[in-house]
């Protein structure tokens, strides 16, 4: 009996699947989804509705209730009171408002910071809290919600939080219909992919993952494959090609980094915590669920957990609002978004957690329910009256939490979305950032002092002022420079980390400038209990980024003008580094002192940018002598081909992308190549060249290349001139063509590039041909073979060489001392141990790799800090660098290569140039173009794609020579962003 009703029941909803399967595909030949809009402008009493035909319907969307509704006289917009609706969206037939799958668009414009906004809907009893979801923070203005609506909805209300002032401009409502048909067949089959993490893990993070780089739209398509062949295996082929279509198919593993980071929707908590207990390790939960100050200077929390536990799950709880601070830091694995204070005392309370770190002070009360934070863990006795007496927030927030106490340059993670909405803005060039108002009063400037500080700033400087920030004192709402209240965080952080200077009251957007390391100038005065305090940790702190000017006695909004003006002019001087007079300078001669700087340089020094030269390796052809070693036909890509990996997430093999497994014979490939570096800002080729006492070795590209005029890319040549070994098998010692130096070969070497160095290609310095040399150490007497060069020059009426030497193996000979102009240093040979990679445990190498693994990050910093020496030495910029296919076991790689990171020593080696070069002598090395046996190139690969070549041109496209000498912006130059961000 009970069988007989089951296959009843069964064969009912298949014919019910049956005639809604028909329904969608008439549908989907009509129309897939359909919009009902409300457009408002708001004006004087009431809205102007506009109603849209719907299938035949007319539907009108009808706010109510207005008298929550007040009209401000002044500014003829209306603001909500109270808590009270803010706007009833009611359709006159409820059949006009079925469930399903909807985005809801809302515009608006926030004029002054308010609490967040909740959605609510009526399903015929009425509005409650369990049928509610908060409206994301908008981002320019614009909330976007993807959810699904119950199976009937009779009407939706938008409720302010708290008392809010904004400006309703646009509600929109895309009801998606065939999804909606279908939501509980695919919500059915979707759920067994969150329930069953260990079995659709794999699923779910290619969800994720191309849900965070190509947005809602594949997973929308894959709903409707799901839907059209009622097959779930549909939709999971669908996102594995949009997957592998990223180049990311090579992963072999899911990362136990939390899956839902960087995607548009938020994963219910109890999904993340489902996800977590597959983890291996302990849940450490870190408390700080506000303040964008407060979580951007505890960012060095995650990094010291995670290199403390390696293994455990960290998770960061915080308000919503504050979520992209967060979910993108490579140190927590999941983010946990809650609504106030007390939901953070909750997880405590219940044990959510094997360890909870707390950064809140004791003593902190929920300002949503009145609920006060009793510390049970750490030290209860650093409250908010005294936190700031044990120093910075870091400092205190660490010692409040029961951990080491911290001081260390805090860090933030920008997307790259982030960059490409920054990168839409019109900013100028060099422009100086203010934030004007903070939310505590007591630590604000007044809006008149910010007037006349800014007209004094435009006038010596010339620099455009653009303010950040919820509410602007220098500029009205719409002014091209007022960017209040229209940039998300990241957003905020991008654009202060592209200015010139930061000056601002010590609020948020200040902790982000020291994140982002801009040079900045911060107001400070007495605060509550505190009559001088420092909440800054790194450059902030110790003075090497910014000024702080502080009023010891009375609160920052007494500060003098004049204090806060010279402080910026002495900063604006100390981050271009003019000259140690113009920061001490009087403020009258501060434009005078940097004119008379730029008229005494070379006049040609404004009209170039450094010029950027990647080596290049000729060696992609067979010749006799390595067909006598290695075998008929050896080149390099055979290597290549089979190296593998000894870790997990090192990338071998590495396989080339568009250019392919070239031979170097074909002259086709040489000019693809010179077209392709050119187009993405590579000024130049330098060529290795192999002279063995009269014996050319892989000179067959070098020759097709000067008789080809289609190669048309400027060159030079390094001069290889050590022993030809079986390197590419790591036997070094092992010699198939000795390298003799004698005066006669040196003549002959010079003898034969003369005739080059007149190809109207090769790459001269002022009128000298450059020449590079990778061993000076091996010629018997350096400095005699360069005097015969260069004497053999003047003869054939070139008048000079420019020398440059390596500094690999020799790195610490002054060039000058034995004849030559310059040198360039090469990072791959001195690597000192602190910047080996930290947390080599969690890439379980294998036993047998012998070789050693560096943290990029680190090789990044040091070499852009690294001391300048007292003669001229030009940056080689390593790309990633993983020599297993020359050595194997024995590898030297570098570890978490990034383009984003790559860009980051660029540019400050760019602006380097700028600073230490005149005119020609502005060079630039990338190492290599085509080094694929040491994983050093920027032709494209598999992987990555143009994604190398696409950020050195963007490099060089923001970076401009100076060009008005009648302002000091054209010498300013910005910082390194940090490393990792």
Known sequence: MALGKAQGLAVARQKEIDRLREKVSVLNKTIVDQSLTVDSSIEKDNFKLKTLEFLGRVITLIPQPLQHLELDAETNIYHTTGDDPAFLLKPKRSSDMPGGWARLTIKMIYLEESGSLQLYWDDGQGFSESKSCRVPIPVKGQSEMLLCLPPLVRSLRLDPASSSRFKLTHIQIRRLLTISIYSRLILSNFIKIFRNPGKYSRLFWEVCVV??????????????????????????????????????????????????RGSPSTVSNSLIFKLAANSRGDKIGVGLIEHLGDIVACEPIARYLKKENPKAHIFWVVKGEYRELVAHNPNIDSVIVVDCLTDWIKMVYHNSFDRVVDLHVNGRICQDCGVPLHKIQGNPEITGDNYFHYGSLLKSFCLGAGIKDLDEQPRIYITNETKEAVNQFSLPEKFIVVHCFSNNPDKDWEPSKWAEFAARMREKTGLPIIEVGLQGALYEPNHEFNYCGRLSILETAELIRRATLFVGVDSGPAQLANAVQTPGVVLLGRLGPFKKYNPYSGGYADGSLASLVYNETGPAALLPIDSVFQAAMERIGKSCQVSEGLAQANLASNAAIATSLYESSEPDAKNLRPRIIAFYLPQYHPIPQNDQNWGKGFTEWRNVGKSMPFYKGQYQPRLPGELGYYDLRVPEIMEHQAELAQEHGIDGFCYYFYWFNGERLLHKPIDNMLKSKKINIPFCFCWANENWTRRWDGMDQEIIVKQEHSPQDDLNFIRYLIPIFNDPRYIHINGKPLLLVYRTELFPDPRRTAELWRNEVRKAGLGDLYLVRCEGF?????????????????PTFILPNELLYDDIRNLDVSPEFKGRIFDYSKIVRYYCERET?????????????????????NAVIFHGVTPDKYADWLRNSLHHAMKHFRGEERLVFINAWNEWAEGSYLEPDLKYGRSFLEATRDVVKNCSPMSDRKNIRDSLLPPLRSVGT
């Open 810 to 826: 020799d790195p610490y000979t002054n060039p000058e001392d034995i004849g030559f102009d310059a040198s360039y240093e090469v």
């Open 869 to 889: 020496p007292p003669y001229k030495r030009y940056r080689d910029i390593m790309l990633a660098w993983d020599n297993s296919p020359r050595h194997g076991r």
């Open 211 to 260: 849900c965070r780089n190509r947005g809602l739209r594949p997973i929308k398509e894959a709903f409707y494959k799901w839907i059209k062949s009622s097959s779930p295996s549909a939709f999971k082929h669908h996102i594995h090609a949009e997957f592998k279509s990223l180049g990311l198919d090579n992963a072999n593993h899911i990362p136990s980094r939390n899956l839902s």
